[in-house]
């Protein structure tokens, strides 16, 4: 037998298999997952600012994408005395609504880690 007689030979032995196989499979078992819809992270801060607090605006470089803004907010956020937090990753600016009392040094901490590096404006 020659070498393509050979080839076409196993090509239609797997194909005769793989149909096999597709024909007696049983029905499809899985089912793709839902997810919750993403947070929407919002740029700016929205409302009137409660007495007692203060709006804190930070640079921050190493912002690139979406999945920045939703590190730095969720950062800002597990702050405690934070109420609300904006991440505008265009402009690479974050805005806390944040006690009076607590230190810029406090938020700047929390907006300080891996490849993020934060400044009080």
């Not at 020659?2 to 899985?30: D, F, Q």
């Not at 992270?41 to 979406?66: H, K, M, N, W």
Request: hydrophobic share 50%; aromatic share 4%.
């Amino acid at each position: 037998m020659s070498r393509n007689a050979l080839g076409i030979l196993v090509l239609l032995a797997a194909g005769g298999a793989l149909g096999t196989v597709a024909v007696l499979a049983r029905e499809r078992s899985y089912v793709v997952p839902e997810h919750e819809r993403p947070l929407s992270i919002p740029l700016v801060l929205s409302g009137a600012v409660p007495s007692g607090y203060a709006v804190r605006t930070f640079d921050v470089e190493g912002i690139c994408c979406q999945g920045c803004s939703s590190k730095l907010h969720g950062a800002l956020l597990a702050v405690e005395g934070v109420r609300e937090a904006a991440v505008d990753p265009l402009t690479a600016v974050v805005m806390a609504l944040a006690p009076l009392d607590m230190p810029d040094a406090r938020l700047e901490a929390a907006l300080t880690f891996d490849k993020y590096s934060a400044k009080a404006r």
